[in-house]
């Protein structure tokens, strides 16, 4: 069901009760669905990070950081308030600015989630970039991928007391390298959240281009920049293929030419127009059961699309591999979850053969 009673907020468009899936990067959704079909996976993923304090962070901040609000930031909660109304969330975060020089923005807590934002990042961006960037944290919040994302977190600082156990050390290892790919497709997600926050390509483009080492805007071309994305694409051999891969595993976000690149072509996609048109999936219709078939296939979708676009020779063969991983989670989740067999016909579409 789509939604058509768009309200405005100044020039932006707001998007009452919009559910996450109407943004979300189909890869980011059909991990997202495995994760939460295995059966008793949530209190586990709370257990572990239970073990953590996540009142005691909070207090850490509120003791370090200047909350946000009227009389601290006042523009910065001006623009907190506007990208939650843009998303109607149910509760609005707070948010924590804290002294580093390095920019960068986190969304912590699983219960209650609250922003930080460091002065690295509120000094760099422009009011327009910070609409973007906390737009972009409100849809983690939204999406539901702090519960995870803290897991990642609470995994990392375990995985560092580990380095005398070598056996537990390299299954957490996987266990890590796995919650950060899907990671990296969440930031996709949420660089299209925070889009719809902001409602201006340009903008988001200046705020990659920023995080990627671009002080003065003045000395640096978008244009050119997004040259980059497609050369970094481009891969002459595997060997190039390989350095990528081995690049990017530790991270926890996407090269910044390849977020915006992504972001891009969203910007100047039919589904991107449809939602600020109003036509868009709302929470109210959202239905994990008979959902989860459709997310698993948007994501083998995106892998095959991923396959036919990718010049570079090692990608296709690791989103072949996506393709037929989410194709196998389709089939057994029809047979034994939550499709009874009833789609069992149709399951095999969302695999290497669709």
Not at 211 to 220: F, I, P, T, Y
Not at 308 to 326: C, M, Q, R
Request: with cysteine; proline share 5%; charged share 25%.
């Amino acid at each position: 069901m789509t939604g058509t009673d768009v309200e405005r907020s100044s020039t932006r468009v707001r998007f009452p009760g919009i559910s996450p899936r109407a943004y979300e990067h189909p890869a980011d959704r059909g991990a997202l669905a495995v994760l939460r079909a295995v059966p008793g996976i949530g209190p586990v993923f709370k257990a572990v990070a239970g073990a953590f304090s996540e009142r005691g962070e909070r207090l850490m901040y509120l003791a370090s950081a200047i909350r946000v609000g009227p009389k601290q930031y006042p523009l910065l909660d001006q623009v907190r308030l506007e990208c939650a109304a843009t998303l109607d969330l149910p509760e609005t975060p707070e948010v924590f600015v804290r002294r580093d020089p390095v920019p960068n923005a986190m969304t912590l807590g699983m219960d209650k989630p609250f922003i930080v934002l460091t002065t690295g990042l509120v000094d760099l961006l422009t009011v327009d970039g910070l609409r973007f960037a906390i737009g972009h944290e409100m849809g983690h919040v939204l999406s539901g991928h702090v519960l995870y994302r803290t897991l990642l977190f609470r995994l990392i600082q375990i995985q560092a007391g580990l380095g005398w156990m070598p056996a537990g050390y390299w299954a957490l290892r996987a266990i890590i390298a796995a919650l950060r790919e899907w990671y990296r497709k969440t930031e996709l997600s949420c660089d299209r959240a925070g889009l719809l926050c902001g409602q201006d390509p340009a903008a988001a483009l200046r705020v990659h281009v920023a995080l990627a080492g671009g002080m003065d805007l003045s000395q640096v071309d978008t244009t050119a920049f997004l040259v980059q994305a497609k050369e970094y694409e481009v891969a002459e051999d595997v060997r190039d293929s390989v350095l990528k891969l081995l690049n990017t595993e530790p991270l926890s976000h996407p090269m910044a030419v390849v977020r915006a690149a992504e972001l891009q072509r969203w910007a100047a996609s039919a589904e991107y127009r449809d939602i600020l048109a109003g036509s868009y999936q709302r929470r109210e219709d959202d239905d994990p059961t008979s959902t989860f078939t459709e997310d698993i296939r948007a994501a083998a979708k995106s892998y095959k699309d991923r396959v036919a676009t990718s010049a570079d020779p090692l990608a296709k063969v690791f989103n072949e591999v996506g393709e037929v991983i989410t194709g196998a989670a389709g089939k057994v989740w029809n047979r034994f979850g939550g499709g009874n067999g009833k789609d069992g016909g149709n399951s095999g579409d969302t695999g290497a053969g669709s």
